[in-house]
């Protein structure tokens, strides 16, 4: 078996024509271009452009089929061609282009790992069309990701633990139309006035020919996010710090360790000003003194906070690197804690957050689905992490160990192929105290998100220390949420999940009260606060509180969005005041807005 502790070099990444790169701000490192593996490359296949060649691509092979009239298509496993690859080949990530106007064209990924029980409630992978002559794809205005117009079908491999996944696709010239500018209204004759804070529209795109369409189609497994556009998401953060502080967000990046491959492995830390010291945090020596962007530009550590009043609560994502709904979950977050939000300054008043955005962004950039660049599931290495082999498992065990008294919370953020919901697994602790506090943050979860289900939810001994058949007999007591709790002690310590595709139920969401739960059952989040509670200030207005009503049951859930996910993961951090009891905006024992909206009924109290 592969020795785990293996730090031999991996593929060493092809040179390649890198991805588009940001304009550089002074103070700000610019994100570094994406260099393309081996296995990231561009063919020609009967008129077809194919293409993974950018950052979480996987597309390796693609043939034609003449008597079937197919595009036979090949994944790449994780860490392929190697000594460590992997047998996984779930994630495909690709673009088409040079199709005629309104081709059909039938594609089949021919090596799918089977995922028998996604594909048939209907899971639809993704698309988005893009104008060939759009310099950079990944701009919000190009990101219009949709799931495919029609069902796919699977065929499984006999004897194999692979399927075959076939879709069929039309090149509509239609899509364009999506890109083409719109008139400019009487009473905004200025080009540069934008104050409705819609995106700007491109320029005119060429037309399409009788030859070539003109656009370019990407297909994904799911939602992608890439390592680059992580990367220029906290870019954008970093120019606007000063805009942030000014309203009394405090906003710090810093590289807590590099991966394997030399990328970032950013730590955010977010609070209000609040408690803020002079110092910073003491440097540790897996943490490098300059960042790869540039070597004039300083890692500087996060600025300490008084923790005797502030407590931590840590939250971290893509530690598989396809599982991306997590990517959104975590952007909910991280939107919802920089928002203006009453809910959001009370969460800065009370905690620092530090976050973690993607703690395996070399398996995000190489296209895998599981693993890092040598083929290890990062999750099954927190018991014993090797600060060589794991990173940034080291880097973040080593940085809770160290903060272990002043940790509230740790949370992992995953997704789930064949479980439907979202839901959380918990640990199992021996005090019946403990353990009641352990699942009642769940429970307050699913009172803030209708896409979270408690229900679904697993606190058992077994989830503990279970062996997973992919991963070499290696258990469960490797992964984050039970070897932080080993490690700190704490009782939160989470790995919430999100299904692909759909849940069983949408929750019910009820209308605003005020509960609080026994001290005994929500010790350690009742901190002291800074000043006046928001609770006997909140002035928004009637019109404002609409966002914060209730929902009405529905008999079933629609697929996910990337808006869900976002969704679900501010229910998280809301959870959060729940538990401490300084929710200004507390859903629990309100009244439930009923499908008539003659009258209402009477919620549920915890």
């Not at 092809?14 to 002074?26: A, H, K």
């Not at 906003?251 to 910073?280: C, F, P, Q």
């Amino acid at each position: 078996m592969r020795n785990p502790n293996d730090i031999s070099p991996p593929e060493t990444p092809t040179t390649r024509t890198p991805d588009s790169v940001r304009v550089p701000v002074p103070g700000c490192p610019c994100p570094l271009p994406h260099v393309p593996t081996e296995h990231q490359r561009t063919m020609e296949v009967n008129s077809l452009i194919f293409s993974s060649e950018f950052d979480s691509g996987n597309l390796r092979k693609a043939k034609f089929d003449d008597r079937t009239n197919e595009y036979h298509l090949y994944q790449s496993r994780d860490a392929q061609d190697t000594a460590y690859e992997a047998p996984y080949t779930t994630w495909f990530h690709f673009s088409v282009k040079g199709a005629k106007p309104g081709q059909l064209a039938q594609f089949v990924i021919m090596n799918m790992n089977k995922q028998n029980r996604l594909y048939k409630q209907d899971y639809r992978p993704l698309y988005k069309v893009v104008p060939n002559d759009v310099s950079d794809p990944s701009l919000p205005i190009y990101n219009n990701w949709q799931r495919l117009p029609s069902p796919v079908s699977i065929k499984p491999h006999a004897g194999e633990n692979l399927m075959s996944l076939k879709f069929k696709f039309k090149f509509d010239v239609h899509f364009l139309k999506q890109f083409e500018p719109k008139p400019t209204s009487r009473n905004n004759t200025s080009s540069n006035n934008n104050n409705n804070n819609t995106p700007p529209h491109p320029p005119p795109m060429t037309p399409s020919s009788p030859d070539d369409c003109n656009f370019t189609v990407y297909f994904a497994f799911c939602f992608p996010q890439s390592y680059t556009e992580s990367q220029n998401t906290l870019h954008k953060l970093d120019v606007s710090a000063s805009a942030l502080a000014s309203k009394g967000i405090y906003y710090h990046r810093e590289a807590l360790t590099l991966s394997l491959d030399k990328r970032r492995v950013d730590m955010i830390t977010l609070s209000n000003l609040e408690g803020k010291m002079e110092g910073r945090d003491a440097p540790f020596h897996f943490t490098p003194s300059t960042v790869p962007e540039s070597e004039s530009h300083q890692n500087l550590r996060a600025h300490k906070f008084d923790l005797q009043r502030k407590k931590v609560c840590f939250i971290s994502s893509r530690v598989h690197p396809g599982e991306t709904p997590a990517q959104f979950v975590f952007d909910g977050i991280l939107n919802f804690l920089l928002s203006d939000d009453v809910r959001a300054k009370q969460l800065r008043k009370q905690y620092v957050f530090k976050l973690v955005p993607m703690l395996n962004p070399d398996g995000v950039a190489r296209g895998h689905y599981r693993c890092d660049s040598r083929g290890v599931n990062l999750n099954r290495f927190y018991d014993e992490p090797c600060p060589n082999a794991h990173p940034s498992i080291y880097a973040v065990k080593h940085f809770l160990s160290s903060n272990a008294s002043n940790l509230r919370l740790y949370l992992d953020l995953h997704a789930h192929a064949s479980k439907r919901g979202c839901f959380i697994y918990g640990n199992h602790l021996e005090k019946e105290e403990d353990q009641l506090a352990n699942q009642l943050y769940v429970k307050m979860i699913s009172m803030n998100s209708p896409w979270f289900e408690y229900k679904g939810s697993d606190f058992s001994q077994k989830g503990m220390s279970g062996k997973d058949k992919r991963d070499n007999g290696l258990t469960k007591e490797g992964s984050g949420r039970v070897g932080i709790y080993m490690a700190t002690g704490i009782p939160h310590c989470y790995t919430l999940e999100c299904n692909y595709n759909v849940g069983l139920n949408t929750g019910v969401v009820g209308n605003c009260s005020k509960v609080r739960f026994p001290e005994s059952m929500t010790a350690g989040f009742a901190q002291t606060v800074f000043g006046e509670s928001p609770v006997y200030g909140y002035s928004e207005g009637v019109r404002g509180l609409g966002r914060y009503l209730g929902n009405p049951s529905r008999m079933t859930t629609p697929k996910y969005n990337r808006e869900m996910f976002c969704n679900v993961g501010e229910g998280c951090v809301i959870a959060l005041l729940d538990m401490s009891g300084t929710n200004p905006i507390c859903r629990l024992g309100g009244n439930v807005p009923s499908t008539n909206p003659g009258r209402l009924t009477s919620g549920s109290s915890i």
